[in-house]
């Protein structure tokens, strides 16, 4: 363990040296664009390398420029959210559910230890067993494993108690202030912020991916017959599937209002980059909120009554 750990402080350093030569100022301010960089490549180099993003020689393939503005972009519509959690919490607790290959996950993390100096615990689940052990490797080397976890498992079986104890210890409860979910597909974004809404967090972060279940639910009205002003999106499956994703997220956004959070839903990635570009960002403000449930409802008769699975695993508003 300890030459591992030399050896990764080893390649850290030279990384590091690598990244402050390539990315002169004129480099830098190429790659910018005029857009702010809360990750600097040559700041953030040992990361960004962990994460893929930049190769050996520490430069940014064009390829990959993208997922590195999307990462910058993403920390820079959370951040008010993250600095509200550090002025309220000694220590921050995030729950990524449905972590994937980890990006947000260890983008945040980095920030906490190298930028902000601030506690925190970050613990990752996904199902996949694979990415999760990819997600352990990216975190050692980027040598954040002493506050970053990750665990195996199904989001809609997770005991956050037993997984946040077998990560990190403690004998009470832990406090998790906020829940993440980046491109969790279809009904998994909506089992992130019912799992947000349970544990009471008071961010809750998702970008919704794949929004089949409304589309399957418009579907099954085209192949019946029914009628009703929706009929000619139902019958037309191109329309039906982009119709539905952004109905099944206004329909989010009205539910976990209804929790009593103040909701966003924006472009978080400009769509030449990715369609899957909406962030639906939550903090939580009140107890509750009966007319947004009722909006919900409302927008559900209107499309036809299929509605979301979401509004039966949240309690009455």
Same mark, same amino acid.
């Given at each position: 363990m300890i030459a591992s750990s030399r050896t990764r402080d080893r390649w850290a350093t030279e990384l590091a040296a690598r990244a402050r030569a390539y990315w002169t100022e004129a480099r830098t301010a190429e790659l910018a664009r005029g857009k702010a960089l809360l990750v600097p490549p040559a700041e953030a180099a040992p990361l960004l390398r962990a994460l893929g993003? &930049?190769?050996?020689?520490? $430069?940014?393939?064009? $390829?990959? +420029?993208?997922?590195?503005?999307?990462i910058n972009h993403m920390l =820079?519509?959370?951040?008010? @959210? *993250?600095? /509200?959690?550090? @002025?309220?919490?000694?220590?921050? !607790?995030?729950?990524? @559910?449905?972590?994937?290959? $980890?990006?947000?996950?260890?983008?945040?993390?980095?920030? =906490?230890?190298?930028?902000?100096?601030?506690?925190?615990?970050?613990?990752?689940?996904?199902?996949?067993?694979? %990415?999760? /052990?990819? $997600?352990?490797?990216?975190?050692? *080397?980027?040598?954040?494993?002493? %506050?970053?976890?990750? /665990?195996?498992?199904?989001?809609?079986?997770?005991? %956050? %108690? @037993? =997984?946040w104890t077998r990560a990190f210890g403690g004998a009470s409860a832990p406090?998790?202030?906020?829940?993440? +979910?980046?491109?969790?597909?279809?009904?998994?974004?909506?089992?992130?912020?019912?799992?947000?809404?349970? *544990? !009471?967090?008071?961010?809750?972060?998702?970008?919704?991916?794949?929004? +089949? /279940? &409304?589309a399957r639910a418009w579907s099954a009205l085209a192949a019946r017959g029914d009628a009703g002003a929706f009929s000619p999106v139902w019958g037309a499956p191109h329309l039906r599937r982009e119709t539905a994703a952004h109905i099944t997220d206004a329909m989010r956004t009205l539910l976990v209002r209804a929790a009593g959070y103040e909701v966003k839903a924006m472009e978080f990635v400009p769509a030449e980059h990715t369609s899957k570009n909406t962030l639906i960002r939550a903090v939580k403000r009140s107890a509750g909120d009966a007319d947004a449930r009722a909006a919900y409802e409302a927008l559900r008769i209107a499309t036809g009554g299929a509605g979301i699975a979401l509004a039966a695993q949240l309690p009455p508003a």
């Open positions: 993003l &930049l190769d050996h020689d520490a $430069s940014l393939p064009p $390829s990959r +420029a993208p997922k590195y503005f999307q =820079a519509l959370l951040a008010p @959210a *993250l600095r /509200e959690l550090r @002025a309220q919490h000694p220590v921050i !607790r995030l729950l990524d @559910a449905g972590c994937g290959r $980890s990006y947000l996950t260890l983008l945040i993390a980095w920030c =906490a230890e190298h930028v902000w100096a601030h506690p925190i615990e970050v613990l990752g689940i996904d199902r996949n067993a694979a %990415v999760i /052990e990819e $997600s352990r490797r990216r975190c050692a *080397l980027a040598q954040l494993d002493d %506050v970053v976890r990750f /665990e195996a498992g199904a989001l809609d079986e997770l005991d %956050v %108690v @037993a =997984a406090v998790v202030q906020g829940v993440f +979910a980046l491109h969790a597909c279809d009904t998994a974004t909506c089992d992130a912020l019912a799992l947000g809404i349970a *544990l !009471r967090a008071e961010l809750i972060a998702v970008a919704p991916c794949c929004q +089949a /279940e &409304l």
